[in-house]
């Protein structure tokens, strides 16, 4: 029997507290005409980047609401996955030797995968690059949606033109951005990603549990405390955000955390983890571990929350960090520069330079901080909650109930 009032199954009841009454009856009047229905969600992690953040409550929230969801993470091999990571950066702008050999073995890993797994529901929605050759091996009797949480506006166009061959069989393609739109054939849909207010990530949490947290770690608060949280990959520019750091303490005494953790389909996380391990000192700290509830203390006793990506599809940290009034210094790029209103909730960034310059100005000035954050809080409950995801593909899935779904039940 579980008493403890902390393992509590969320639902969208409890999102009335931020978006309204208004908007729960809403939300639920579009999920009645999918009552009953069943949705797989398809990814290729259970843990680690944003898709899994976003899956793991979103599918609870679907079936709570009375959709039957189920989320499935495909399997592959370590040859898979470095192919599949090499996929993923060229599709944000690296370029990649696509060999006949790195083909074979991406599809001939997604047959096996749909060999395990059945397709017998009413929407499918396969998530980022790594399954998308699963719809090759299905007698299709149903919407299939590409979700593409990846920033697109400068792929690879070889890649690209190959991934076609299977993104055009599907019935439409979500992306997060328009400046993403690629010329599909299937129709476009674009929304954000949004996150959960209630898990264990975001929730409230009392002083005396922040610094429990903390403490649990040996991370110190007796100085400023700069934090970017991420998975260890070249896009979120750790290094970058080191020498940006190095700059403001020739100015300021203060900690830099950087917290990490490695996905099970991100082959590179390891080694960058182990390179940035050599900048480690008494006032850098890197540390790579799964915690949900120390992202949320350093996300609230930050003094400034950077999130210095090169390339961000949406940018999961960011949303958290503002719904936690968080002063954050982000990349002026992808998701960011639409989540950050420079200068009013957060600042943007483009140079090494000028992220030392910003996190100075927020170190120095704790009035522009509080009315940064509480700023940015706003703009999330607004914008970025799940809610509004939820909202999104409940609107996508009824589009079909009404243009598709019966052509597909004859
Ligand atoms: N994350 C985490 N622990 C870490 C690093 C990241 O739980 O050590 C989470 C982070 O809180 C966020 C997600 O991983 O929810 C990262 O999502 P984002 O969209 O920022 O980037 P992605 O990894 O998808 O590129």
Same mark, same amino acid.
């Given at each position: 029997?579980? +008493? ?45 980047? #944003? ?208 917290? #990490? ?73 992808? #998701? ?24 100075? +100005? ?49």
């Amino acid at each position: 029997m579980i +008493k403890n009032p902390r393992f509590k199954l969320f639902g969208i009841e409890d999102y009335r507290q931020y978006i309204g009454d208004k908007k729960v009856e809403q939300i639920k009047e579009k999920a009645d005409p999918l009552k009953n229905s069943f949705v797989s969600h398809c990814n290729s992690t259970l843990y680690g980047g #944003g898709v899994a953040e976003i899956l793991a409550p979103l599918t609870i929230l679907m079936n709570r609401i009375g959709i039957k969801t189920e989320w499935r993470v495909i399997q592959g091999t370590p040859d898979f996955f470095s192919i599949t990571k090499k996929f993923h950066n060229a599709l944000q702008g690296d370029s990649v030797n696509l060999t006949d050999l790195k083909k074979e073995i991406y599809e001939w890993v997604l047959k096996e995968n749909s060999l395990r797994n059945r397709a017998d529901h009413d929407f499918i929605v396969i998530h980022d690059p790594q399954p998308l050759p699963l719809i090759n091996y299905y007698d299709k009797k149903q919407p299939w949606i590409w979700r593409c949480h990846v920033d697109l506006s400068e792929p690879d166009k070889n890649l690209l033109n190959y991934l076609k061959m299977f993104i055009d069989k599907y019935d439409a393609a979500v992306l997060t951005l328009k400046e993403y739109d690629q010329d599909f054939k299937p129709p476009r849909v674009f929304f954000n990603p949004g996150i959960d207010p209630l898990c264990t990530k975001n929730r409230e949490l009392s002083d005396s549990e922040i610094i429990d947290r903390l403490e649990h770690y040996s991370i110190s608060c007796g100085l400023p405390l700069i934090v970017q949280i991420s998975r260890f990959d070249h896009s979120k520019d750790p290094e970058g955000v080191i020498k940006a750091f190095k700059k403001v303490r020739e100015n300021i005494d203060c900690n830099l955390v950087l917290l #990490g953790n490695v996905a099970t389909d991100d082959p590179e996380g390891e080694k960058i983890y182990k390179r940035l391990l050599d900048y480690q000192n008494e006032h850098i700290r890197i540390l790579s571990v799964q915690d949900s509830a120390l992202v949320n203390a350093l996300q609230r006793k930050a003094t400034v929350v950077v999130q210095k990506s090169l390339k961000e599809g949406f940018g999961l940290t960011v949303t958290e960090a503002m719904w936690k009034k968080a002063a954050v210094v982000g990349g002026n790029v992808g #998701g960011i520069k639409h989540q950050i209103d420079d200068g009013k909730n957060g600042f943007l960034v483009s140079s090494i330079d000028e992220t030392a310059e910003k996190i100075v +100005k927020l170190i120095e000035d704790e009035n522009l901080r509080e009315e940064m954050g509480r700023n940015a809080r706003e703009k999330v409950r607004k914008k970025y909650l799940l809610s509004s995801c939820l909202e999104n593909y409940l609107d996508l899935f009824n589009s079909f109930e009404t243009i598709y779904r019966l052509d597909y039940k004859k």
